[in-house]
């Protein structure tokens, strides 16, 4: 059942989430840990190497990233291994030996396919951490993506590639595909948590939970799920019809 925690202030959500995983970690010390990307994570993630530096320690820690663009080297400054390395793994004691991320450099449908053997491997992510894009999309599972949508090589709709544009240098090119983690991998965590702030989400978050679950939102599948916690501010449930009853303040 999905438990939303609608917050009155941008920082007041993020604060929230990280706890649950500085929670986490604390009782789990070697938890597998699903980590995502994008803007709204990286003061997420400032808290979380506060927490470190508080003395958390991360060292047994195995982390998973949801997705990796299709054609970026790690060494690239867009791609999620640069991202990670910036805003978190630099910054903290996790060992590089348990840090997992999609590979982009390589063939794709290759990636895809050891990035879904390692998730197996791994078994069941301890906490799953999700953006929710302005489409609904999770991780890059975009609109169209059936509930159990394994581990794959994806086609970034339009706006997902305009959204992401931001990130790039002016003329420089924004990759049109992806390796993502499934939906039905993210579904298969444990534990889910779902960020969402400021009114760009609104729509997404109208969407994903006074709408119907349908593969048009893929976010409303997480209302599927036995333990997402869902943690929004005010701006991104602006939107909101009716809060579930689950929710809190």
């Known amino acids: 059942m999905l438990k939303l925690k609608l917050l009155p202030q941008t920082e007041d959500a993020i604060d929230a989430a990280a706890q649950v995983i500085v929670d986490l970690v604390t009782a789990q010390p070697d938890a597998v840990l699903g980590l995502a990307t994008g803007g709204t994570m990286e003061p997420l993630y400032a ?14 820690v195995r982390t998973v990233n949801l997705d990796e663009y299709v054609g970026l080297d790690p060494r690239h400054p867009n791609s999620y291994h640069s991202y990670m390395a910036r805003h978190f793994f630099d910054h903290v004691d996790v060992t590089p030996e348990n840090i997992f ?7 794709p449908q290759r990636a895809a396919a050891e990035y879904s053997a390692l998730l197996d491997r ?33 086609e970034l709709l339009a706006d997902t590639i305009s959204a992401n544009a931001r990130f790039f240098a002016a003329g420089e090119s924004v990759p049109s595909h992806a390796v993502t983690m499934g939906t039905a991998a993210i579904l298969s965590a444990r534990q889910v948590v779902a960020l969402a702030t400021g009114g760009a989400k609104a729509e997404a978050l109208a969407a994903a939970l006074d ?29 909101l019809h009716e809060l579930p009853a689950t929710s809190a303040a």
Do not use: K, M
């Open 47 to 60: 808290r979380l190497v506060a927490a470190h530096r508080d003395g958390l320690s991360f060292a047994r």
């Open 101 to 107: 991320i999609p590979r982009g450099e390589i063939d």
């Open 122 to 154: 791994l078994g069941p992510v301890d906490l799953q951490l999700l953006g929710i894009g302005a489409n609904g999309h999770i991780g890059f599972n975009e609109p169209g993506t059936p509930l159990d949508a394994p581990t794959r090589v994806v």
């Open 211 to 239: 709408g119907p679950v349908s593969a048009d939102c893929p976010a409303s599948y997480l209302r599927l799920h036995p333990s997402c916690t869902l943690i929004a501010d005010r701006a991104a449930g602006a939107l």
